[in-house]
């Protein structure tokens, strides 16, 4: 399994990026896809993730309103619209799937800052 994330970059406060993560398989292969996040000395935390099938939608509370999840189950696309950025939205974020085991993309790198 190959995630490969991109959309990261440096946006304003109160900005919107879109992330995308390509996966060498179809969603529908994999029993759940998300994101997660980590800052340098924290643990990684989820973002966002759902299940095979667009179903069971979870978000963190500090992106709930603010970020959506999505991807076609017959595609490989996942993504995540971040919308009403916020410094505190300042990570590395991964893209994470299940598939039978636990498979990461190499991140891609989210700054707000004014």
Same mark, same amino acid.
């Given at each position: 399994? @190959?995630?490969?994330?991109?959309?990261?970059?440096?946006?304003?406060?109160?900005?919107?990026?879109?992330?995308?993560?390509?996966?060498?398989?179809?969603?529908?292969?994999?029993?759940?896809?998300?994101?997660?996040?980590?800052?340098?000395?924290?643990?990684?935390?989820?973002? $966002? @993730?759902?299940?095979?099938?667009?179903? &069971?939608?979870?978000?963190?509370?500090?992106?709930?309103? @603010?970020?959506?999840?999505?991807?076609?189950?017959?595609?490989?696309?996942?993504?995540?619209?971040?919308?009403?950025?916020?410094?505190?939205?300042?990570?590395?974020?991964?893209?994470? $799937?299940?598939?039978?085991? &636990?498979?990461?993309?190499?991140?891609?790198?989210?700054?707000?800052?004014?």
């Amino acid at each position: 399994v @190959r995630l490969v994330e991109s959309g990261g970059g440096l946006v304003r406060p109160g900005g919107s990026l879109q992330l995308s993560c390509v996966a060498s398989s179809s969603i529908s292969s994999f029993v759940s896809m998300g994101w997660y996040r980590q800052v340098p000395g924290k643990q990684r935390e989820l973002v $966002a @993730r759902m299940l095979s099938g667009g179903t &069971d939608i979870l978000y963190a509370d500090s992106v709930q309103g @603010r970020f959506t999840i999505s991807g076609r189950n017959a595609g490989n696309t996942l993504y995540l619209q971040m919308n009403d950025l916020r410094p505190e939205d300042t990570a590395v974020y991964y893209c994470h $799937a299940d598939y039978g085991m &636990d498979w990461w993309g190499n991140g891609t790198l989210v700054t707000v800052s004014s």
